[in-house]
């Protein structure tokens, strides 16, 4: 038996829509992520649990991880003995931490380690994006990286090996809020421009290069006063409700900059202390997320995709 747990993430990181990303591990040691088991089986099976399962479809033909263990089976290990996949679904859907991701990401790795196929970076991550396309309505890497390398990851098509690891200072907090309410991707992708001014083109280049290369050289003060998303969040505010409270009150409770994650509904906020961190988070519980909601507090996950058991 192969236990794979796959963390959130924060998709866009404010600055880079579609090329930045960010694994998320709770301060209080929870696991916030999906878990993928693999053992043998008499023949192919799939079981969906956990605290979201009731949220996807009852056909299995309809999940997202089973239709992962038919492709794996059909085009990289036809071998492959019979198994049976059970996908622990521990994130909720359409939340923007990576859900998809999380379920495509934590199944192919468990497969790939289960079947010994040893598929490199670069071909495991092609085929996770492949899959988490259909969800979320286009193929970008910005969740797929970091939840399968952990930390936060620069990324795309023309990156070496798809990713670039970036540090960022080990003092920051990330405050991550699921209000309770779900926002389909592929509907928070719609609203987007289908084309940006050269002008906005120029200034997302400008401020994506320079965030990036200020982390590098560990200017992280420098890098917080540019972290701004000027691509997708003016399109999506609107459709997430509380969110424009929420960006106008966190930083006088010490929040460094409030967006959204992913396509949202979650917002995330960078704090520089655990009190600040604290405050946001409780400002957040109060005004921000309903019964169905939550709150972490998290440093980056730098450890991302990985075993939990081996039997």
Same mark, same amino acid.
């Given at each position: 038996m192969i236990e794979v747990y796959a963390?959130?993430?924060?998709?866009?990181?404010?600055?880079?829509?579609?090329? =930045?990303?960010?694994?998320?591990?709770?301060?209080?040691?929870?696991?916030?992520?999906?878990v993928a088991v693999v053992s043998a089986a008499p023949s192919d099976e799939f079981i969906c649990i956990g605290d979201y399962a009731h949220k996807l479809p009852s056909d299995a033909n309809e999940n997202l991880a089973y239709q992962c263990l038919v492709h794996f089976r059909a085009h990289v290990a036809p071998d492959m003995p019979s198994v049976k996949l059970e996908l622990k679904k521990n994130l909720p859907i359409g939340s923007g931490l990576g859900?998809?991701?999380?379920?495509?990401?934590?199944?192919?790795?468990?497969?790939?380690?289960?079947?010994?196929?040893? @598929?490199?970076?670069?071909?495991?991550?092609?085929? *996770?994006?492949?899959?988490?396309? /259909?969800?979320?309505?286009?193929?970008?890497?910005?969740?797929?990286?970091?939840?399968?390398l952990g930390g936060l990851q620069l990324t795309g098509d023309l990156i070496p090996d798809k990713s670039i690891a970036l540090p960022v200072d080990e003092n920051w907090y990330y405050v991550a809020a699921f209000p309770g309410f779900s926002l389909n991707t592929a509907k928070a992708r719609s609203v987007?421009?289908?084309? @940006?001014? *050269?002008?906005?083109s120029v200034e997302f280049a400008q401020r994506l290069s320079a965030f990036s290369s200020l982390l590098l050289t560990n200017r992280f003060d420098d890098a917080l006063s540019i972290m701004k998303?000027? +691509?997708?969040?003016?399109?999506?505010?609107?459709?997430?409700?509380?969110?424009?409270?929420?960006?106008?009150?966190?930083?006088?409770?010490?929040?460094?900059? /409030?967006?959204?994650?992913?396509?949202?509904?979650?917002?995330?906020?960078?704090?520089?202390? =655990?009190?600040?961190?604290?405050?946001?988070?409780?400002?957040?519980?109060?005004?921000?997320?309903?019964?169905?909601?939550?709150?972490? +507090?998290?440093?980056?996950?730098?450890?991302?995709?990985?075993? @939990?058991? /081996?039997?």
């Open positions: 963390p959130a993430s924060i998709g866009n990181f404010a600055v880079g829509f579609d090329a =930045l990303g960010a694994a998320l591990a709770p301060i209080d040691g929870s696991l916030l992520g999906d859900s998809s991701a999380c379920s495509v990401v934590a199944t192919f790795a468990a497969l790939d380690k289960f079947a010994q196929t040893n @598929l490199s970076q670069v071909e495991l991550i092609e085929l *996770m994006a492949d899959f988490e396309a /259909v969800v979320s309505g286009g193929r970008h890497y910005d969740n797929i990286t970091p939840c399968y987007l421009p289908k084309e @940006l001014s *050269m002008h906005a998303d000027e +691509i997708a969040e003016p399109y999506r505010a609107p459709l997430i409700e509380g969110f424009s409270e929420a960006k106008a009150n966190l930083p006088a409770l010490g929040a460094e900059i /409030v967006s959204i994650s992913g396509a949202g509904p979650t917002l995330f906020s960078v704090c520089k202390t =655990l009190e600040a961190a604290q405050q946001c988070a409780q400002w957040l519980e109060a005004n921000y997320i309903n019964e169905q909601g939550f709150c972490h +507090i998290c440093k980056l996950d730098n450890d991302g995709t990985r075993q @939990l058991t /081996v039997l």
